[in-house]
């Protein structure tokens, strides 16, 4: 089986470190919970992994969906997304039948309706007749744009062949599900569905894990070692340590 071996370490301590070893399939979210176990922290706070190195850069953040907005204002939020869902959604629907004509209208967009709404009437409609007319060969290159898969996995197709059998009711009123913020927020970037395998981690890599954005700690993780011949084990597992970890809530009102 496959293991990856981090050196995790104190930001401004480096004596203090531990080295875990992790199975391929596990989760990002179970690295957290391993580095939080391996210095004898609580589990009670958000946590945030960016992968630049540099704190609260949101491109190579890897976060819980109840955590991506900390520190963002709504305003921004709304502007920064409603910018980047016409980009992307506009690449990807264009290709199959969709005419995407985007309006700034994200003031009057809330919370997660937001991007729920930048599907009109129309396009769904549209999107729903494409459906209705495709063929195997149109399901499959559809499944390719949607999913960013070259070679889209059968339940890819099965679920556009799914939605095909809607009538347009049900049709639309998946698709609002499908477009809302919310929905995509769980998927993308999620520590809990992402598993260490997935990040295609190099030798020698080096991010940032940072725990508790009130009073945060900040932690380096490095890849160490990548065994493709490792034992069936128990992971993830503390292999090596240095230093004395500090007390989570020394100095702190908790």
């Known amino acids: 089986m496959k293991t990856y071996t981090f050196h995790v370490y104190l930001s401004d301590d480096q004596t203090v470190w531990r080295q875990i070893e992790m199975a391929a399939n596990q989760t990002l979210h179970e690295l957290h919970l391993a580095i939080l176990d391996a210095f004898g922290f609580d589990q009670l706070h958000p946590y945030s992994f960016f992968l630049s190195g540099e704190a609260w850069d949101k491109e190579s953040e890897y976060t819980l969906p109840e955590y991506r907005e900390y520190g963002i204002s709504q305003e921004e939020l709304v502007k920064t997304t409603a910018k980047e869902e016409e980009e992307e959604i506009t690449e990807e629907l264009e290709p199959i039948?969709?005419?995407?004509?985007?309006?700034?209208?994200?003031?009057?967009?809330?919370?997660?309706?937001?991007?729920?709404?930048?599907?009109?009437?129309?396009?769904?409609?549209?999107?729903?007749?494409?459906?209705?007319?495709?063929?195997?060969?149109?399901?499959?290159?559809?499944?390719?744009?949607?999913?960013?898969?070259?070679?889209?996995?059968?339940?890819?197709?099965?679920?556009?062949?799914?939605?095909?059998?809607?009538?347009?009711?049900?049709?639309?009123?998946?698709?609002?599900?499908?477009?809302?913020?919310?929905?995509?927020?769980?998927?993308?970037?999620?520590?809990?569905?992402?598993?260490?395998?997935?990040?295609?981690?190099?030798?020698?890599?080096?991010?940032?894990?940072?725990?508790?954005?009130?009073?945060?700690?900040e932690f380096r993780v490095r890849v160490e070692k990548i065994n493709r011949r490792a034992k069936e084990d128990d992971y993830p597992r503390v292999v090596a340590r240095g230093g004395e970890a500090p007390a989570q809530y020394a100095d702190r009102n908790v």
């Open 97 to 217: 039948g969709i005419e995407w004509d985007y309006e700034d209208e994200s003031a009057d967009y809330e919370d997660d309706e937001m991007i729920a709404n930048l599907l009109s009437p129309d396009d769904i409609e549209n999107f729903w007749q494409s459906l209705q007319e495709a063929d195997e060969t149109q399901l499959n290159m559809a499944a390719q744009m949607l999913f960013f898969e070259t070679e889209p996995e059968q339940d890819m197709i099965q679920f556009l062949k799914a939605l095909k059998e809607l009538d347009k009711e049900d049709f639309t009123k998946i698709i609002k599900l499908l477009a809302s913020d919310e929905f995509f927020e769980a998927l993308l970037n999620n520590p809990e569905t992402i598993t260490l395998n997935d990040m295609k981690f190099r030798k020698g890599q080096e991010f940032l894990y940072l725990y508790d954005y009130d009073e945060p700690w």
